[in-house]
T-cell receptor, first 109, second 114 residues
């Protein structure tokens, strides 16, 4: 089967850096994605890692280590608008996605 | 206009009633999905469809059925609604890349079964 683990909640202050970790167990690996969801909103795609290493998109970066079955999302220069839930997701063997339970990030002034 | 739309946005229904949630997309994507979201449980896949003639069960398909009427339309039905189907339902689409890692979500339908 496939499962993902990520912290349920993280709190940080405006301007800081925060890292949201995700560990996964899969029967086959097809990449790790990250999504953001604001309260009351729809999930939106942030990033995707198929290979080991760091992918950077503006203030957000995502890292993958396939040997450790581990990845993280790094958010820099935190802003109040970054308060949201963040989900990691792995690709399934049939082309679908399996999501983690999400990490609720609260950014304090 | 939104690329992925869902109707209705909110619905309250009674136990035992049949209800249909509809999803339409203008992105031209072949792949469409239905997810359910409950607090603390993330997004769980109900059904997915890779083209009009392809329908697949997801993690939690019991109690649900779907219909892919056209490339752009994918409907989810609850034949006999029960209270534990109260949840937020999302439709999503993706293109044909192998892992469908980038999905586009509709605004969601909040369903309450009393």
């Amino acid at each position: 089967g496939q499962s993902l683990e990520q912290p349920s909640e993280v709190t940080a202050v405006e301007g800081a850096i925060v890292q949201i970790n995700c560990t996964y167990q899969t029967s086959g690996f097809y990449g790790l994605s990250w999504y953001q969801q604001h309260d009351g909103g729809a999930p939106t795609f942030l990033s995707y890692n198929a290979l080991d290493g760091l992918e950077e998109t503006g203030r957000f970066s995502s890292f993958l280590s396939r040997s450790d079955s581990y990845g993280y999302l790094l958010l820099q220069e935190l802003q109040m608008k970054d308060s949201a839930s963040y989900f990691c997701a792995v690709g399934g063997s049939q082309g679908n996605l399996i999501f983690g339970k999400g990490t609720k990030l609260s950014v304090k002034p | 206009d939104a690329d992925v739309t869902q109707t209705p946005r909110n619905r309250i229904t009674k136990t035992g009633k049949r209800i249909m949630l509809e999803c339409s997309q203008t992105k031209g994507h072949d792949r469409m999905y239905w997810y359910r979201q409950d607090p603390g449980l993330g997004l769980r896949l109900i059904y997915y469809s890779f083209d009009v003639k392809d329908i697949n069960k997801g993690e939690i398909s019991d109690g649900y059925s779907v219909s892919r009427q056209a490339q752009a339309k994918f409907s989810l039905s609850l034949e006999s609604a029960i209270p534990n189907q109260t949840a937020l339902y999302f439709c999503a689409t993706s293109d044909r890349t192998g892992t469908s890692y980038e999905q586009y979500f509709g605004p969601g339908t909040r369903l309450t079964v009393t």
